[in-house]
């Protein structure tokens, strides 16, 4: 399944261990929260890929009193989606346009949905994304973007941090600022595979470079 994780308004920031034996990091490493925040914190939840286009339903039955996608007085507000260009992205974007005044975050691959308009931008610079923030003024951010080849992530590390971790925890902080909503999506490569099936609360254990940086 495809992970999620909501971030919510009410306090989040603390470091935590995981088990990651034989993985990148061998033993136990402390995982630090480099999001300092009393806004916001983590609530889990999972989505399968064959209900990809119930996602937004899925999310506001987690998100009692900031319904993110389903309730028709969010009709006029604004949600700006990340990695709109991606898989996830794209089926979220075309759900989101019956209700939402819905922007698109994209990299380097262009897209066209009706109802979505869209803005070439690359995530690890903060101060574009800001002002990003500040231009469309979305009432709820979804995070989909990603870094997500575990190929390329073992390859490049420092690459994978920028996108996965870094401008993770900036879209976080800023959305914080805001006091809005934030979907952030994870992946099943936070665990190692021994033990399936796995569920939320279950104890992340990664064995890549993708699945720690997820984690983090």
């Not at 890929?49 to 119930?54: A, E, G, M, T, V």
């Not at 109802?115 to 610079?125: E, K, Q, S, W």
């Not at 971790?165 to 099943?188: G, K, M, N, Q, Y």
Request: proline content about 7%.
């Amino acid at each position: 399944p495809l992970g999620g994780s909501v971030a919510e308004n009410e306090g989040f920031g603390v470091g935590r261990r995981s088990c990651v034996k034989g993985s990148a990091s061998t033993g136990c490493s402390y995982i630090p929260a480099p999001l300092k925040s009393p806004n916001i914190k983590i609530r889990s939840i999972s989505i399968k890929k064959s209900d990809i286009d119930l996602t937004p339903s899925i999310i506001d039955q987690h998100l009692p009193g900031h319904s993110i996608l389903g309730i028709a007085k969010y009709r006029d507000k604004v949600v700006l989606i990340t990695g709109a260009s991606g898989f996830l992205g794209w089926h979220l974007c075309r759900a989101a346009r019956l209700r939402w005044d819905v922007w698109g975050l994209v990299f380097n691959h262009s897209i066209e949905i009706p109802g979505v308009r869209t803005i070439c931008l690359d995530l690890t610079d903060c101060r574009r994304l800001q002002s990003t923030f500040g231009e469309v003024r979305p009432d709820a951010v979804i995070h989909a973007a990603a870094l997500s080849s575990p190929d390329r992530c073992q390859v490049d590390p420092a690459r994978s941090w920028l996108i996965n971790v870094e401008a993770s925890c900036h879209i976080a902080r800023l959305c914080s600022e805001r006091r809005i909503p934030c979907v952030f999506t994870s992946t099943d490569l936070v665990f190692d595979g021994t033990r399936p099936p796995y569920r939320e609360p279950d104890a992340v254990c990664p064995i890549s470079v993708y699945g720690e940086h997820k984690v983090m």
